[in-house]
């Protein structure tokens, strides 16, 4: 009796429970009387961009050359008797130093005897000026007689001032030779090389040695074609920079001496020259700048008014994207002018307080609504349609 009872009552009490949990569902997953809204809009950060001027600093790269170069000769010959410790490759001398010394023996002789030729003109000269004051005194005597100039020994007399200038210019002669025994430094020398030595021989204008003048140095740097525009009109005498890189890179101030003038047919580039001046360090201590170095040379270029200046990889194809009043994407072509390191210089295409766009959409559209990171956002109503979703 009591199993029939249960048969007929247990559909009952499972159908109740299930009414029960379908109503507790149904409760839970009642909608809100309010729907959510998202504001779905791209987020993309700015910085308003300001117009300023840009000094351009040019830079170049080129090798360190002597000024002057000399094949030093002898201008007399002899033997050599002596010679500077320093005259040696690799040496410094002064200007002004004793490289060498030739043997003076026979330029001292001919130097005695061009005095004795000049006393026996002299003497000479004096007689024959005595000789025609002696005929001029007779024709005055005499004026009745002819006086030639032969009689006057005006022929003698310009014979023996000749005879004097002869051996005055061979006295001069004789002090050169003399002083050319003493070979002389002709500036601020570097020893490039030397082929003579102590009791050798030499002749007149033989080859003895290889100076490089170091009181001044120059480097020839090249300017390429996108500096050039930027060159100022009047080159000479703006002050450069020189730096050596390295472990032990220093910098030193040079200026612009000259602009070559042509432009090489091969890279159409100009070329500028930069004058060192003591590139060695001997009139003040400095550190040297040795002949043969690869060094940079930079210095001022034009000064660029109103320009602004982008990091390059907010510039794609000469377009950037702007915010606009609106909070839309907007795209901006721009003229870039220049290019430095990791930045455009740009001349047009914006404005002072443009909201440049530093961190773009995956696919940034034209008209396209963003939000601002840092911005508040004061009324999503405000955003437009698209741009809002329902939430459920």
């Not at 982008?310 to 609106?326: A, F, G, H």
């Not at 740009?346 to 696919?363: C, F, H, I, M, R």
């Amino acid at each position: 009796m009591r199993t029939n009872i249960l048969k007929w009552i247990l559909p009952f009490v499972v159908l109740g429970f299930g009414v029960a949990g379908f109503m507790g569902i149904n409760a839970i997953a009642q909608e809100p009387s309010e729907k959510e809204v998202v504001d779905t809009r791209p987020t993309v950060r700015i910085e308003a961009v300001s117009a300023n001027d840009h000094q351009v600093v040019i830079n170049s790269y080129g090798e360190v050359k002597p000024f002057e170069n000399t094949r030093l000769s002898a201008q007399v010959s002899g033997e050599v008797v002596s010679w500077h410790p320093n005259f040696v490759a690799g040496g410094i001398v002064a200007r002004g130093e004793t490289l060498f010394s030739i043997e003076k023996d026979n330029y001292e002789a001919a130097l005695l005897q061009a005095q004795a030729e000049l006393a026996q003109a002299q003497s000479l000269l004096i007689e024959e000026q005595a000789y025609a004051k002696v005929a001029e005194d007779e024709a005055k005597r005499f004026p009745s007689k002819e006086r030639t100039a032969l009689f006057l020994r005006e022929p003698q007399v310009l014979s023996a001032q000749a005879s004097v200038k002869s051996a005055l210019a061979s006295i001069k002669r004789a002090k050169r030779d003399l002083d050319n025994c003493e070979v002389t430094a002709p500036y601020d020398a570097l020893i490039v090389s030397r082929d003579i030595g102590t009791g050798q021989y030499i002749n007149m204008g033989a080859q003895i040695a290889e100076l490089n003048n170091i009181e001044s140095a120059e480097v020839i740097v090249p300017i390429a074609g996108f500096d050039s525009v930027f060159l100022p009109e009047r080159v000479k005498g703006i002050t450069a920079t020189v730096t050596k890189t390295g472990i032990h890179g220093f910098s030193r101030e040079a200026k612009i001496d000259r602009d070559l003038g042509v432009v090489d047919n091969a890279t159409r580039m100009s070329s500028l020259v930069v004058r060192i001046e003591d590139p060695y360090g001997l009139a003040k201590p400095r550190p040297a700048i040795k002949f043969g170095s690869y060094v940079q040379v930079s210095f001022a270029g034009a000064l660029l008014e109103n320009i602004y200046r982008l990091p390059q990889e907010l510039v794609n194809n000469q377009t950037v994207w702007i915010v606009n009043q609106d909070q839309q994407l907007e795209p901006r072509k721009v003229k870039v002018i220049r290019e430095e390191g990791e930045y455009f210089y740009v001349s047009d295409g914006l404005e002072a307080d443009d909201k440049l766009v530093t961190t773009l959409p995956e696919y940034p559209q034209k008209g396209m609504a963003v939000k601002v990171v840092g911005m508040q956002d004061s009324a999503r109503v405000a955003a437009p349609d698209s741009a809002v979703t329902e939430k459920l």
